[in-house]
């Protein structure tokens, strides 16, 4: 978890986000009204598996996709409604990091173009001054000055990530959107990422919305967890809440298949059964309820509303209170025989 100073403060707020597209000649529903807060300052995770949204929300945060209702409030202003002008202005404060390293930075250009590219346009800097504050950024993710003269090819993937991380901050961003930053990479060079992005928050007090599939990356990275499934919020709070006392079946479900450090200890696994359904035909009521290892009938016909459960903790599932009794906690673990 990031080492910054706790903060209260949002920097944006995202309410009933929804995102539709068009099937065929059906439509399908990828985000049904999804709402959270990102807190200046603090590394923002949003977990689920694949299909559950995640990439959808980062990619209308940042209007790479056009969002069907709900509003981005970024201190206080809608980013839905801001016009193509406007969004040009607002790029400088709003960095995106894609998944793939390897089609993400343009082949026919070096580096010093690459990270140089939003210096030009935003007017940061020119000549000795841009040449010098490329070859900072290079330094600061960890590469040499002098590889701003080479081509995307000349790199593995993990410096190629290393190469789109400068160029967001470039621009000395106000909020970055990494979309599994790390997912293409091997486990080893992973680990050094996320090393990075780490001293990167701490030391430049960045605000990050981190995408992932994996809750052992996000435990580590972040500060606040969003929990996705199928388009919707299931739960959302602190990490510390989270981890240590997570109140839906869902999120305990995920990580009861997380690794422990203690190879002599393991966790209860809560095992799902069958696949995350289609958004084509999602179920009625509870979207997770054809998953759950409690559902009852009362879940087929309720749509569960989110619910507080401390400060910053919320929840959407009717049976939450009587978590305890059904579900074994997600730190309940045994020795292994």
């Not at 920097?11 to 709402?35: C, D, E, M």
């Not at 894609?98 to 010093?112: C, E, G, I, R, T």
């Not at 079946?249 to 209860?268: G, K």
């Amino acid at each position: 978890m990031s080492a910054t100073d706790q903060t209260n403060e949002t920097l944006l707020s995202v309410r009933n986000l929804v995102k539709t597209f068009h099937i065929g000649k059906g439509l399908v529903q990828a985000i049904a009204g999804v709402s959270f807060d990102v807190r200046r300052g603090r590394t923002t995770g949003i977990v689920g598996e694949s299909g559950s949204g995640k990439t959808t929300i980062g990619r209308c945060i940042m209007r790479l996709v056009e969002p069907s209702g709900g509003e981005a409030l970024f201190e206080g202003e809608d980013l839905f409604q801001a016009s193509n002008k406007r969004l040009r202005d607002l790029r400088k404060r709003l960095q995106f990091i894609f998944q793939d390293p390897y089609s993400s930075l343009n082949p026919k250009m070096k580096v010093a173009d690459i990270i140089g590219e939003a210096i030009d346009t935003h007017r940061i800097a020119k000549g000795g001054a841009r040449r010098q504050m490329i070859g900072d950024l290079l330094e600061r993710v960890g590469l040499d000055r002098d590889h701003d003269r080479r081509f995307p090819h000349e790199f593995s993937g993990g410096q190629r990530q290393r190469i789109g991380i400068a160029r967001a901050l470039a621009v000395q961003p106000d909020l970055i959107v990494a979309d599994e930053p790390i997912s293409a990479l091997d486990v080893s060079v992973q680990a050094q990422i996320l090393n990075l992005f780490q001293s990167l928050q701490t030391e430049l007090g960045l605000t990050v919305v981190f995408i992932s599939h994996d809750l052992t990356v996000v435990e580590y990275l972040c500060d606040d967890v969003v929990v996705l499934y199928l388009g919707r919020v299931m739960e959302s709070g602190r990490a510390e809440d989270i981890y240590g006392n997570p109140r839906h079946p869902y999120t305990r479900a995920l990580l009861s298949s997380s690794p422990l450090p203690d190879p002599e200890r393991r966790r209860e696994r809560i095992v799902l059964k069958g696949d995350i359904p289609s958004p084509l035909a999602p179920p009625s009521g509870c979207v997770f309820r054809t998953r759950c290892p409690a559902a009852i009938d009362a879940c087929a016909k309720t749509v569960p509303p989110i619910e507080e459960v401390g400060e910053h903790h919320t929840v959407a599932c009717i049976r939450h209170r009587d978590l305890p009794a059904w579900l074994p906690a997600q730190n309940q673990t045994k020795e292994i025989a």
